[in-house]
């Protein structure tokens, strides 16, 4: 396999992940928004739980993560390998950050944002970071 190949591989994988990240929240494991689930304030007034604010963050990054994807298609040279490992790294950073530390989800561990969301996007999000790695390490 050529290394060209290779990078069309990482670069469709890219494009995929980013699609998946972007849909799990919302149809996959979906986040308790989707569920009918709300914080009701004191006056009454319906908001979306931490999960539904986290789910929009990850939407966010998953389309970065496509974009990057579509950038490594376009462009294999090595200079735009190094910036795309570097993006995707971060970006991997963020799929688990955002719904872990930045964000949250719901404090129930029985919503289904804690019990399939969560644990699909920290999946997702070191999968995205093991690719922005191997971008950064591959020397050509």
């Not at 190949?5 to 989707?34: R, S």
């Not at 298609?73 to 200079?79: D, H, K, Q, S, V």
């Not at 910036?83 to 688990?96: E, I, P, T, Y």
Request: hydrophobic share 50%; with cysteine; glycine share 10%.
């Amino acid at each position: 396999m050529t290394s060209d190949t290779i990078l069309k591989g990482i670069a469709a994988l890219l494009f995929f992940l980013g699609i998946v990240i972007a849909l799990t929240v919302w149809f996959i494991f979906p986040v308790c928004e989707m569920h009918g689930q709300y914080t009701e304030t004191l006056t009454g007034m319906k908001l979306p739980m931490p999960c539904g604010y986290s789910a929009r963050a990850e939407t966010g990054i998953g389309a970065l993560i496509i974009v990057a994807g579509g950038l490594l298609m376009a462009r294999r040279t090595p200079e735009t390998r190094q910036a795309v490992g570097v993006f995707s790294l971060a970006c991997g950073v963020l799929v688990v950050l955002f719904p872990t530390i930045i964000i949250g989800m719901c404090r129930s561990a029985d919503h289904p944002c804690r019990q399939l969301t969560l644990p699909a996007l920290e999946i997702l999000g070191v999968v995205v970071i093991i690719i922005g790695g191997y971008l950064l390490w591959k020397r050509e």
